[in-house]
């Protein structure tokens, strides 16, 4: 044992001995075997192990683990179910895991405010599950809706097929209570439309538990629309299904839903779900339309005349509610059906204006060939939002490395066609670089200065989302210097 | 001239000849007729003059202003047209008014994107007015709207009767530019649904000119209704009513207004504007649908049926564009209406949950009896938001003090009832001290942490939105040891 081990190993055990204090044996998992599920997230490229995982199971012992990790100087990393997929939630080797799993209660729904108020651990789906018998649902749905909990969404402000018409995460809190590194507690939003002073709720929506840890969250129900129909057309081209989306929406229609796949991801789906897609369209896409039935009449008369103008070669509106489900099958199990036909696949996430669909599509064909690597492309077109999937296998030295250099190239074109680096899965350790590119240095420094602001000693999931200035110099060297992007050891701190 | 006067004098000297150096003469007023104009907003109860205005024309003197001032340790208070009902544009006596209103140029209009690119100094009706060619409008709504800016929209999060549906102002911005008090430019927001690392956008919507200065605004647009048409319901009874409002929006209906008025408002409004208004009426709802004709047609019934059932005496339902403009011609003149019955009001704007309407309307008619004075009550009823107009005459000795002392009880009131203090009227001077009943210390804390964060030097709008602890302890002191509310001096920092 060396000397850093030796001094690692007394941190270790102050820390635990420390919360061995605060939480009963259950609550607090130290072996390596227990540990090792919590090492990485959904990003799975990136590990590490935490030196401890708390499993609170009152708001009470959130604080005293958090006022804990105060006093020592411990980094907490908050984790819900694992699910995100830019790595939030990847352990810190001297920290603590703060797993919210056991806060899985549904506290309240209230049909007549048409809210719940549900603690963190909650899993999405559940959310719309207790409120199904008033006839109300919570919106944002993403993918993983299955297994993510609801303060995961808070932490990366998720999204998902409907976000279009119902909003992101952010759209559909009224309410956080919070616990600051310090175990302070704070009751942010309400129930009114705006609250006085400064508009914390949304500050925190999103931020990637680098501000403090939630332990309820009120949110917003929505009424189950009457009907939904789902139309799916087929192009023979690419760059036609792109501009048929901005056409959508420049007709003044804002589906519930507007999603686009590419040949390479219906072929990876169609034989995993048997959703019914065009398999010789070189894309589709599914435009859901919701509300009374008159309104979906309506609505799926006009998204079909624009889909026709726009050159679509097939279309096929759902007929039952089955058909509708399972147009969204294919659509929802499109990363696990691409998972089937490579070795491991890198999810991106940025997202672009629109009108921009058609030139990144073509771009990406590009970066196929520049890398050598395959694609399968999976947007959320209605929002310019992209899930390229890049094929790779892991085990082929260099494989990861050009997977991670094309994911790059896609962001920084993201931002330079106007976009931006995440649409809704967060930056992560993912990100991190990007970051650099999407922001000026004043702009990073207000961040910094606002995480010291309810952070002083940076303990909340450091080396996540933003970037030291050092790193970003860094960073920008790197990409002058070498002419192409290389990664810097992660940061952390 | 005594001591304090000569340095006042000296320090006034010294920040002119400043600002001098960059503003051409006619972007400065120092004159004492030339700033009078200025001493107040439309909270014309509190006035204060300035050191200086400056109108700069470019932004390379607005970021001169700025460090000049920064540089210089002299308060800035940003202005747009002065329209703010809570103090928020009340000038600093050492400090300088930084208006906004020569930059009133919308600099573009992207149809296809819908949104517009505007300077703070436009005009809010000017935006929707430069979109009507594309079947387009800018959603959020203030009665002011003829008048008031962008710029001041932003700093106040301001609604408006259709905000309900749409949305207030922090729903429909997509990115601001914001200089600093140091003189930085700051891009936050952005066309996509979501953006990586903090969400400054709606931390800055909102914060009432005490974290930057705003010099472009990009607004969503959305495309205007093809039918709109108001229903308007007669109740017997306040309560009634209030609960008719609970109703619609349980009954699932999202209506794109939902307004009340109390027979004091219709009795002031009707001889004004001749809206239609029935005067026999205890109270009338407004409500308004919006969307195809046959969306309209289905909602209007639904909302029909709901207000018969809820007890409605006569029902209308504007049978023509001019008669549902002339309904809602006297709602937005419901202001100015009271203020011909009366020397002067105080307009009051907290939020209740829509269930407790009818309570707080039946605490009002006693608040009335204590205090001696009258209240009309507009309310924003969809949103549970209130404006009570609290009529007094400011030439009676203790009539302002009472008016004052009501506003504080109806505030404190909406947060017992589990609302909050302001609805889209900001804090301000006028509910600082409200402001220690709705937040906890250390939530009052976060908020300081977090002015200090953008505005180290606080130099930006003191004194308003947020209190001191001090002005709390103070306060909360006061409410305890007198046993009612009375008003501390203004602080200034």
């Not at 001094?7 to 607090?28: F, M, Q, Y």
């Amino acid at each position: 044992m060396n000397e850093f081990d030796k001094i690692d190993a007394a941190v270790r055990a102050e820390v635990l001995a420390a919360l061995r204090l605060v939480l009963p044996a259950h609550c607090l998992l130290s072996d390596a075997e227990e540990l090792r599920p919590y090492e990485c997230d959904g990003l799975t490229a990136y590990r590490e192990m935490p030196l401890a995982v708390c499993l609170p199971e009152h708001e009470r012992q959130v604080i005293d683990v958090l006022r804990t990790c105060h006093r020592l100087g411990t980094p907490v990393v908050a984790r819900g179910a694992g699910t995100g997929l830019s790595g939030g939630a990847m352990p810190h080797a001297q920290g603590v895991v703060l797993s919210l799993a056991r806060f899985n209660r549904i506290l309240r729904v209230d049909p007549q405010a048409r809210l719940a108020v549900v603690q963190p651990g909650v899993r999405n789906l559940a959310v719309s599950e207790a409120a199904a018998p008033h006839g109300l649902y919570y919106a944002p749905d993403p993918s993983s809706q299955i297994a993510c909990t609801l303060g995961g969404n808070v932490a990366e402000n998720s999204g998902g097929v409907h976000c279009l018409k119902y909003g992101l995460t952010v759209h559909n809190i009224l309410r956080l209570r919070i616990i600051s590194i310090e175990g302070e507690i704070f009751e942010i939003g309400g129930a009114a439309p705006d609250a006085p002073g400064y508009d914390l709720l949304a500050l925190f929506i999103g931020s990637e538990g680098l501000l403090g840890i939630v332990t309820e969250v009120t949110v917003k129900l929505v009424p189950k629309p009457e009907l939904a129909q789902v139309v799916m057309a087929s192009f023979g081209d690419v760059a036609q299904a792109g501009d048929a989306v901005a056409a959508i929406i420049a007709a003044g229609i804002i589906p519930a839903g507007l999603e686009m796949m590419d040949k390479a991801a219906t072929a990876a789906v169609e034989p995993f779900v048997k959703a019914g897609y065009d398999l010789n369209a070189e894309a589709i896409l599914l435009c859901e339309s919701d509300g009374t039935p008159e309104e979906v009449a309506e609505e799926i008369a006009r998204v079909t005349a624009v889909l026709t103008a726009a050159g679509a070669q097939e279309l096929r509106v759902s007929q039952s509610e089955a058909e509708r489900l399972r147009f969204w099958a294919g659509r929802k199990a499109a990363f696990p059906a691409v998972g089937r036909i490579t070795p491991d696949y890198y999810c991106m996430d940025g997202t672009i204006p629109r009108k921009r669909l058609a030139e990144m599509l073509a771009a990406i064909v590009q970066m196929e060939r520049k890398y050598g690597l395959r694609c399968a492309n999976v947007f959320h077109a209605g929002d310019g939002n992209l899930h390229p999937l890049i094929m790779y296998d892991a085990s082929l030295p260099g494989d990861w490395a050009r997977a991670e250099a094309f994911g790059a190239e896609i962001l920084e074109l993201s931002v330079a066609l106007g976009g931006s680096i995440t649409g809704e899965h967060g930056v992560g350790i993912e990100k991190i670089n990007q970051m650099c590119v999407q922001y000026t240095t004043p702009e990073l420094q207000a961040f910094h200065r606002l995480k010291e602001a309810f952070d002083p000693p940076g303990l909340l999931n450091p080396g996540k989302a933003v970037p030291s200035l050092h790193r970003c110099a860094e960073y920008g060297r790197m990409h002058v210097h070498a002419g192409e992007i290389k990664f810097p050891d992660l940061e952390r701190f």
